[in-house]
């Protein structure tokens, strides 16, 4: 019979007595299709990305090609690293770590493989679609209605086995990444059916509002709930040690719920929407700080007494840089909300660098350590390569920061000519081609970095011999 753990302050995560026993319940055979769909995405959303980035820099760049002008792969690249990656694998590991956290088997395989059958058929809709200009024409809301209504579908899929598996669960206690899962579930249909449905019964400066409430809490409302969640259990899990305080992620966990979904009209202020929701818009991201940084300390002091296994544990790398990446990105969040920032800031380059950091650093940084660590266990085996593995951190990080640290100072460096009357605008135009290219550059290292991870997953998947790592634990 197994026994569960005794849980300090909830703080430690519920694992049976028996790893050994406790795994044999668990077929993830939906995590698997999960993970390695979302893995072949991000290569090839990867390629688009370098186009996009090499028409800053030329911009007759393929522009003959109808299929591949700006206009068509913009969106693509957009709607590919959002869900054919980051979502695709988030919920790859969330179908690992809910079971574990329940102590019991995923409530349905076949719902689950029917799940990833139908969200592969919506990306691959997608590719067509945006590739051949059937475009809404909305930010993060291009796909067709049709395939709007498939994302509807499997997200109720997704979330009823979730639910289920939750209903289900042998331990009593809830470890906070379960609130969390619970939540992104939550959260994202509301924020999707605002962004995709409820846009197309309003107009003008309504429809707008509601379309920026979609764009910002996509990240805020789906993709940090979801990457929070796959944070707070694999740092524990890597670091072996347990959680510095249930109580402090409770904190976080209901001030995200309560501040995040009015900080969408940030991005337009000094724009047509009232004073008053502008004022409200700055107030609540301001108060974004409380749930930011009681995560951040909670895994800083996490790690107290084991952060000398960064040297060796590449996902330990990836997720405590995913943290301060986090940090970075939601201190830079309040700090675009503030008027007199705002009226330097809004509509340049600094706001592409600032959603990079979040999507790419943060919340990516996340899935790669949680494949890292998760792949050699549900495929018994280990890691094809280590070195592979470490080239990858950094070539990520090294590309990551070039990208995101170019793009900050040279989008304040345009709001500042903009801001200037007698500067003509093509001047400001052409004063960037040194940041476009450095950005260019850093997209190719990032894409190095896609390449060795990709390929390191793959391989360890395809060179699978059946024998379970001596250290592996669930």
């Not at 809301?141 to 109720?156: N, Y």
């Not at 707008?208 to 524990?236: C, D, E, K, Q």
Request: proline share 3%; with cysteine.
């Amino acid at each position: 019979m197994q026994t569960e753990e005794v849980i300090k302050d909830a703080g430690e995560i519920p694992v049976a007595s028996s790893a050994k026993s406790s795994e044999s319940i668990h077929e993830d055979t939906t995590a698997k299709l999960f993970i390695i769909s979302s893995i072949t995405y991000f290569f090839i959303v990867g390629i688009v990305a370098l186009i996009i980035a090499a028409k800053f820099v030329m911009p007759s760049f393929l522009g003959t090609v109808e299929y591949l002008t700006y206009g068509r792969m913009r969106p693509l690249h957009v709607n590919g690293m959002l869900f054919g990656w980051l979502l695709a694998a988030d919920m790859g590991l969330m179908y690992y770590i809910v079971p574990r956290l329940c102590g019991v088997k995923l409530w349905s395989e076949k719902l689950g493989m029917a799940t990833a059958a139908l969200w592969n058929f919506i990306i691959l809709g997608a590719v067509v679609s945006l590739v051949m200009g059937w475009n809404q024409g909305w930010e993060y809301a291009e796909l067709p209605t049709f395939l709007d209504v498939c994302v509807v579908i499997a997200w109720i899929m997704f979330g009823a086995n979730i639910f289920m598996t939750v209903a289900n669960r042998k331990y009593n206690a809830m470890y906070v990444s379960l609130w969390y899962a619970m939540g992104t579930i939550l959260w994202t249909a509301f924020v999707y059916l605002t962004g995709n449905f409820a846009t197309l019964f309003t107009t003008g400066v309504n429809q707008a509002n509601l379309n920026w409430m979609y764009v910002h809490n996509a990240v805020g409302l789906i993709f940090t709930p979801v990457g929070l969640a796959i944070a707070y259990y694999y740092i524990p899990k890597a670091s072996n040690n347990p959680l510095y305080s249930h109580k402090l992620s409770m904190i976080g966990f209901w001030s995200l719920a309560f501040v995040y979904v009015w900080t969408g009209a940030h991005h337009m202020i000094h724009g047509p929407i009232s004073q008053w929701l502008q004022t409200i818009s700055i107030v609540f991201s301001v108060m974004l700080l409380i749930p930011v940084w009681a995560a951040v300390y909670n895994f800083i002091t996490t790690m107290k007494g084991q952060w000398h296994q960064l040297r060796e544990n590449i996902a330990l790398k990836f997720l405590m840089s995913g943290v301060v990446f986090y940090l970075l990105t939601c201190f830079q969040g309040p700090m675009h909300s503030l008027r007199a920032v705002n009226a330097i800031v809004s509509k340049t380059d600094w706001i592409p660098g600032h959603a990079h950091m979040a999507v790419l650093g943060a919340f990516s940084f996340f899935a790669i350590a949680g494949c890292y660590h998760t792949v050699p266990l549900i495929f018994k085996t280990k890691l094809y390569s280590d070195a592979l593995a470490n080239w990858s951190f950094w070539l990520f990080l090294i590309g990551g920061l070039g990208f995101f640290v170019t793009l900050w100072l040279g989008g304040f460096w345009q709001g500042w000519q903009w801001n200037n009357p007698s500067i003509p605008f093509i001047d400001t135009v052409v004063a960037l081609k040194p940041v476009w290219a450095v950005r260019l550059g850093s997209g190719f290292l990032m894409f190095g970095g896609i390449v060795a991870f990709a390929y390191n997953i793959l391989a360890t998947i395809i060179g699978t011999t059946g024998e379970q790592t001596a250290t592996a634990t669930a």
